[in-house]
């Protein structure tokens, strides 16, 4: 039996502060059936994980333990700057200033919301 489904619908539910019996009932299971999913005695079929998925709003990948549910964004290998005099081209169509403006505006604003959110 998997040992991170369990753990992760227990840490699901609590995280929503729901009990055991709540959650069986808004799924429309026995209590017994959905704690045993809890303790690893028993595993859901394929529809309920996808049920489950849908209703703690978290991915299969994630309650099967094969996936964090974080997602961790890399350096990328090429670094590269939107400078005031370099062209910028999309699908081989050289972009326009405006636009180009535009997009500098939007990743200096995603830039500052990162670093923000990354202090709190």
Do not use: C
């Not at 974080?70 to 326009?96: F, M, N």
């Amino acid at each position: 039996m998997s040992k991170a489904l369990g753990s992760r619908l227990t840490q699901l539910r609590e995280s929503l502060g729901l009990s055991k019996a709540e959650v069986a009932r808004r799924l429309h299971v026995g209590n017994t059936t959905y704690s045993n999913w809890e303790y690893g005695l028993r595993e859901p079929n394929v529809d309920m994980i996808v049920t489950l998925a849908d209703f703690f709003d978290v991915s299969t990948d994630y309650l099967l333990g094969r996936d964090s549910g974080i997602w961790e964004v890399k350096e990328p290998a090429v670094h590269y700057d939107l400078g005031e005099d370099e062209p910028l081209s999309y699908r081989g169509v050289e972009l326009p200033d405006d636009l180009k403006s535009y997009y500098r505006s939007m990743a200096e604003t995603y830039i500052r919301k990162r670093k923000k959110s990354a202090h709190e």
